[in-house]
């Protein structure tokens, strides 16, 4: 890339703005060369893809969604912390945190920096695999670009109704676009694999995070996923804690009850589903990281 974008369609908002290096005017409001927040290893992903040495996570400042909860409201929706990066750049904080140990790179929203993120991915092939840790609102020509530089797909499945989506993500067409962009990516990676120590190699797994007063909609999401990608490990989450602009809709500003993490577990186990089941006690604000430009 050029460090311009001259329309850019990169996610479903296709909003065909010029992005230059270090500015643009599209919905996520971000330039065309990525922005870093903090680039660590990270202990608090799934047991397959943290292991013992931590995944080399790489937070990326700005979002194509704009959820009211987010818990990294901070970077995504304030754009308070980030360092601009070359791609050449970025591809140097890789081997940065490869060199501490990770097990991964993990890209954390990375959606609207793809192109440049394909380009760091590209100039040499990592020794360890890469994670697109994402909300799932993906384009699938974004996603065909990035097949065979991406080992494991992390995909938030977060609604199985377009209605929620618009209403807590501002994203009218939500389920639509991030059921069909699962299924992609599940095409690209296949069934998940794992080495001899229990690390995800390769493959796709799809979260899900229980919102509070919502536990029909979880139970959708757990049928769709069964009915679609039954192979497929899932990870359930109950680390709801209400953040960024949470207190606006009463209905989900407070964490989820006992009562609605077994209602929603129980579906879990009914279905038959493999992969990770949190506990309510991951509900803690302690567990958000912090942004201050960390490994940059």
Not at 223 to 240: I, K
């Amino acid at each position: 890339m050029t460090g311009t974008i001259e329309a850019c369609n990169l996610c479903p908002r296709q909003c065909g703005v010029r992005r230059e290096p270090e500015q643009g005017e599209g919905f996520c409001r971000m330039g065309a060369l990525p922005v870093v927040a903090r680039a660590a290893l990270h202990q608090w992903e799934e047991p397959s893809i943290s292991g013992v040495r931590g995944s080399g996570t790489v937070f990326f400042t700005g979002c194509s969604l704009q959820c009211v909860f987010c818990q990294n409201d901070s970077i995504s929706t304030r754009r308070e912390v980030g360092k601009v990066l070359t791609p050449k750049e970025l591809h140097q904080v890789f081997l940065r945190l490869i060199d501490q140990g990770a097990h991964n790179i993990n890209l954390v929203t990375p959606t609207h920096f793809a192109l440049a993120v394909a380009e760091a991915l590209s100039m040499e092939k990592l020794p360890v695999p890469v994670v697109y840790n994402c909300g799932g609102y993906e384009s699938l020509e974004t996603l065909r670009m990035l097949e065979g530089l991406v080992d494991i797909y992390l995909p938030d499945l977060k609604y199985a109704s377009d209605a929620l989506g618009k209403r807590y993500s501002g994203a009218p067409d939500y389920f639509t676009r991030a059921s069909q962009a699962i299924l992609e990516m599940a095409r690209q990676t296949g069934p998940a694999r794992y080495d001899e120590e229990g690390m995800m190699q390769r493959g796709t797994m799809v979260r899900h995070l229980i919102l509070p007063g919502n536990t029909r909609n979880s139970i959708a999401v757990l049928e769709w996923l069964h009915d679609n990608l039954p192979e497929y490990p899932v990870s359930l989450m109950a680390q709801y804690v209400p953040c960024g602009r949470a207190s606006e809709f009463p209905e989900i500003n407070r964490t989820i009850t006992r009562r609605e993490y077994e209602k929603v577990r129980d579906a879990l186990f009914r279905l038959d589903l493999d992969g990770y089941l949190q506990g309510r006690s991951a509900a803690k604000k302690a567990f958000i990281p912090p942004f201050s430009l960390e490994g940059l």
